[in-house]
């Protein structure tokens, strides 16, 4: 099993900035993704950026050049840089853990919410 503990989301003015972590433990190997997803009221659940442990990333073009995502491998633990954030950016924000690129099988942590709002 999995266990992803999220931290980081809040509220902020457009423009601003947020950081989020997400920390893994459990029972698993390298090779793994890790990532965001995000989810606002009425709408489903969408890829923001994922990175492999071998540093390949992937971001939604809706955040390209805004968002970074980033990881310690050592502490099993992924970052996402928030910047010029926009009120549709606002979203409970999901990280995500995949045991390699081609699992289907998605953990999830509890969610934190982002707010970007004046």
């Not at 190997?29 to 994922?50: C, D, F, I, T, Y």
Request: aromatic share 10%.
């Amino acid at each position: 099993q999995v266990q992803l503990v999220e931290s980081g989301g809040g509220a902020v003015q457009p423009g601003g900035s947020l950081r989020l972590s997400c920390a893994a433990s459990g029972s698993f190997s390298s090779g793994n993704v890790m990532g965001w997803h995000r989810q606002a009221p009425g709408k489903q659940r969408e890829l923001v950026a994922s990175i492999a442990s071998g540093g390949t990333t992937n971001y939604a073009d809706s955040v390209k050049g805004r968002f970074t995502i980033s990881r310690d491998n050592a502490k099993n633990t992924v970052y996402l840089q928030m910047n010029s954030l926009k009120p549709e950016d606002s979203a409970v924000y999901y990280c995500h853990f995949r045991r390699s690129a081609w699992a289907v099988t998605y953990y999830w942590g509890q969610g934190t919410q982002v707010t970007v709002s004046s």
